[in-house]
């Protein structure tokens, strides 16, 4: 049995721009008779991908009795509740179709938001990718028009709970049984702007099914399948540990 362990650094990789998606040159052969098992061990980056990010920033709403539909962008930034809402009043009311005065607060006790609009409105859920951050409905966003509307749910403006890690190799988990690119669940526990990290003392628990190993993708994957895209100046380091038997 041989152990080799990887430390990999994203700044090294054939994409350093896109350190949440980088591609390794490895050049590695193993015995054909080997089996080969591999894990993360470590994994850490920066906590620095903002909830609102290009893929979570738009809101569609109808207004005045849908004479108009309507597309919102949210500026991508980390905001608290009150600072959403007054960008929210701000960008509504600078890219309303029908002259409608927008208001928008947030209740910090309750911590939801409620909209005001001297016409009606309507937020939809097609179109809308914002909704789970804002605290409406996603499968619905507001059944009908209202003139006054209070989100159901809280504002959610932590982000994602955690990013998957995918590799590029045909895996197989030896604990479940069942074929996966996922190396490891990485939870964020860090602050934005501070170092999130991944520790794991746990023998290797993917089987991998080849002799060569010449490349190797990694990827982050937020809870919803978006890339976890950090900024070009951020960098992501792993430890793999391969066991050969």
């Known amino acids: 049995m041989s152990t080799t362990y990887l430390f990999l650094n994203s700044r090294d990789s054939l994409s350093p721009s896109t350190p949440h998606n980088s591609e390794f040159f490895l050049g590695m052969r193993f015995n054909e ?37 309507t597309t919102f962008t949210l500026t991508p930034n980390t905001y608290n509740g009150v600072e959403v809402a007054a960008h929210l009043q701000t960008i509504m009311n600078a890219g309303t179709q029908e002259s409608t005065t927008y208001t928008v607060s947030y209740d910090m006790q309750s911590k939801k938001l409620t909209f005001t609009g001297t016409n009606d409105f309507r937020v939809l859920a097609e179109g809308s990718t914002c909704l789970h951050i804002l605290g409406f409905d996603e499968a619905d966003g507001m059944r009908t028009a209202e003139t ?44 934005f702007g501070y170092v999130n990290s991944y520790d794991s003392s746990r023998e290797a628990l993917l089987d991998f099914f080849n002799n060569e190993l010449s490349s190797l993708s990694l990827r982050l994957i937020d809870a919803r399948g978006n890339p976890y895209e950090l900024p070009s100046t951020c960098e992501v380091a792993y430890t793999l540990k391969m066991v050969a038997m």
């Open 33 to 69: 008779k080997s089996s080969v098992k591999l894990a993360l061990e470590q994994c850490s980056f920066v906590s620095a991908v903002y909830p609102i990010n290009r893929f979570y920033n738009t809101l569609v709403v109808e207004e005045n009795g849908a004479a108009s539909t």
């Open 148 to 191: 006054t509307y209070t989100a159901p749910h809280v504002v959610r403006l932590d982000g994602t709970p955690y990013v998957d890690v995918i590799s590029s190799l045909s895996t197989r988990n030896v604990s479940s049984n069942s074929y996966t690119n996922v190396v490891a669940r990485v939870y964020i526990t860090a602050s």
